[in-house]
């Protein structure tokens, strides 16, 4: 059992990545704003294309962003269970893997993801983004840190 425990981060992910988007549709309105500090927001956004909202304006695209990240998660989770990685690299694909699971569970469900995370800056907004990005983006700097500092696979 401790040789697959870092498989606990996916459903640890993706509940609070659910819970958190069901949050903000339970209590905000789309496209409803509270601000926070002066630099973040909460906000009910929905992104209908890929990342950053890229081709949500196309039909087509919404077939690719079921498509092609399901393909990935197939990759990734035969990569994350079947390769021999060093832990650290495992760990931060099994990220990776978990962001992609919450968000595509969205694009299935819904046709679209809810983000909700705003930053902004003097008139400057980073996209909106949630639970789900955040562990994508800690899984891929995980991974290039190992890739960076020298840890190789076996």
């Known amino acids: 059992m401790q040789r697959y425990s ?3 981060i996916i459903p640890a992910v993706f509940v609070l990545d659910r819970w958190t988007k069901i949050l903000i549709g339970d209590h905000l309105a789309y496209l409803e704003s509270i601000r926070v500090t002066t630099y973040l927001n909460i906000v009910h956004a929905r992104n209908m294309g890929g990342a950053f909202g890229i081709l949500s304006q196309h039909g087509a695209g919404r077939l690719v962003f079921l498509v ?4 990935i998660i197939s990759g990734l989770a035969w990569y994350v269970l079947f390769k021999a990685l060093p832990f650290s690299q495992r760990l931060s694909l099994t990220f990776v893997l978990s962001g992609a699971i919450g968000n595509i569970y969205d694009r299935i469900a819904y046709g679209y993801v809810v983000d909700f995370i705003d930053f902004s800056y003097k008139g400057y907004s980073w996209p909106a983004f949630n639970v789900a990005d955040m562990a994508i983006t800690f899984g891929i700097g995980l991974w290039l840190c190992c890739h960076i500092f020298g840890q190789k696979t076996r």
């Open 68 to 71: 092609v990240p399901l393909i």
């Open 6 to 8: 870092y498989l606990l």
